[in-house]
């Protein structure tokens, strides 16, 4: 058991851009959690509660909201997310470092709350590489391709607002650059 204090590490990114991968991996290590966010949202399938998210009630959710019990929220998609205190300040208090998938309103709340943290926003390699990774599933209408490369451009323009950007041209390569960022690997690449 360590007496240093954990982290809590901010991932964001938009869709495609491959932040889930890398939160994946990171939270396999030994040392480093992930945190569970609390949302209003049902779950869809394959989701677990208490793995994937608290899938709670509105009603409980505002509870928690007054209570104080989130160390920030948000509402994205007109449902309401949020980060429980109490699991990210056990896991930094035991010093383990904390893994936070959420959206860019969440990441400025956390920039003001004082506690350690970095923060990460994941960069799609181009406009055009996505392109060709959105046309290359074949599962979207032109329409729906348009809709999401407009998404990408209003959520690329958050990506100032966190300590690195780091540019997913090559999965492994951005991992391994991730893992110097938080000091998890010595060698200089
Ligand atoms: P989804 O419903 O697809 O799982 O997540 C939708 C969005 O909510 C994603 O952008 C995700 O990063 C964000 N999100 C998930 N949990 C939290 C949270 O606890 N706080 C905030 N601010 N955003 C979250």
Redesign the pocket.
């Known amino acids: 058991m360590s007496n240093k204090r954990g982290r809590l590490i901010i991932v964001?990114g938009p869709?495609a851009s491959g932040?889930s991968t890398l939160w994946r991996r990171l939270v396999q290590r030994e040392g480093v959690d992930f945190?569970v966010?609390?949302?209003t949202?049902a779950a869809?399938q394959g989701e677990m509660d208490g793995r994937?998210?608290h899938f709670v009630s509105a009603e409980q959710f505002q509870s928690w909201i007054d209570a104080g019990a989130?160390l920030?929220?948000?509402e994205?998609?007109g449902?309401r997310?949020?980060?429980l205190r109490e699991h990210v300040l056990q896991s930094i208090d035991r010093g383990h470092d904390i893994v936070?998938?959420?959206?860019?309103?969440?990441?400025r709340?956390l920039h003001k709350c004082g506690l350690p943290l970095v923060s990460l926003f994941v960069m799609p390699p181009s406009r055009e590489i996505l392109e060709q990774r959105l046309r290359g599933r074949g599962t979207e209408s032109e329409e729906q391709i348009q809709q999401r490369l407009s998404i990408v451009a209003e959520e690329m323009s958050y990506a100032a607002d966190y300590q690195y950007q780091v540019l997913n041209d090559n999965f492994e390569r951005m991992e391994a650059e991730v893992e110097q960022i938080l000091g998890y690997r010595k060698e200089v690449l």
């Open positions: 964001s869709t932040k945190s966010s609390a949302t949202r869809r994937d998210y989130f920030e929220w948000a994205v998609h449902q997310y949020g980060t936070l998938e959420i959206d860019v309103q969440g990441a709340q």
